[in-house]
């Protein structure tokens, strides 16, 4: 048996034939029962790679959850348009750093839907324009899948002031989520501190917090 250490592919350990313990039924439940979800664990247990089997199942890749619980769920397999943030590529001990990455994720998205670029605006309300294009050209809504939300806090809590104004503009950037609700289907946020110890989740009261002690 191959098992899939260190992988975080979803894609890549169904196609590798590495080892997968099939949970897809909760995938299932979850996506059906809710929205917007925020999920906190320590490193290593597993956040991306859910996040990764999300992706892939809202872009309707059926074949590669062929055998598991979810193949025999889900009836439609309907495609979305998903739009998947990683933090973790990234040190942020840096100024700028933050800015540079958001901005990146911004333009490429705006660059795929038609949208002329525009740094000078407010990254929010960007994003918030892409959400709605996504929704009018796919005719259905999207998916925001984000990792590591926090880690651009945790990495620069040495230095006060760089950490305040990453604060700043991921509780600017995260409130977009609240405004775009009638372009969002399914929002999942993982992270290894709780959203309420960092408090730039404020505005987000919908939001389920499944969370372990």
């Keep these: 048996m191959k098992y899939p250490i260190g992988i975080q592919s979803f894609e890549k350990i169904i196609e ?9 039924d909760l995938i299932y439940s979850m996506v059906k029962g809710g929205t917007i979800y925020f999920l906190s664990r320590p490193r290593r ?4 790679l859910l996040v990764s089997t999300l992706k892939n199942y809202f ?5 590669l959850f062929k055998g598991l619980a979810i193949d025999v769920l889900e009836k439609d397999w309907l495609t979305y348009p998903v739009f998947h ?4 590529g990234s040190d942020f001990q840096e100024k700028g750093t933050l800015e540079k990455v958001i901005e990146e994720y911004i333009s490429t998205w705006e660059v795929a839907y038609g949208i ?9 309300m960007r994003f918030i324009q892409v959400l709605k294009e996504a929704h009018v ?3 259905r809504r999207a998916v925001v899948l984000i990792d590591e939300y926090d880690k651009p806090l ?19 950037f995260y409130t977009v989520l609240k405004s775009a609700d ?3 289907r399914f929002v999942f946020i993982t992270g290894v501190t709780k959203f309420a110890q960092m408090g730039i989740f404020s505005t987000l009261n919908q939001l389920i917090d499944i969370s372990f002690d």
């Design 45 to 48: 247990f597993g956040k991306s």
């Design 154 to 172: 945790l990495r620069s809590m040495h230095n006060p002031e760089l950490q305040d104004k990453f604060r700043e503009m991921l509780t600017a």
């Design 59 to 63: 872009l309707g890749r059926k074949e």
């Design 85 to 88: 943030i990683d933090f973790n």
């Design 137 to 139: 050209r796919a005719g």
């Design 16 to 24: 590798n034939d590495y080892v997968y313990v099939d949970k897809t």
């Design 116 to 124: 002329l670029p525009n740094p000078d605006r407010d990254r929010g």
């Design 182 to 184: 009638p372009w969002l």
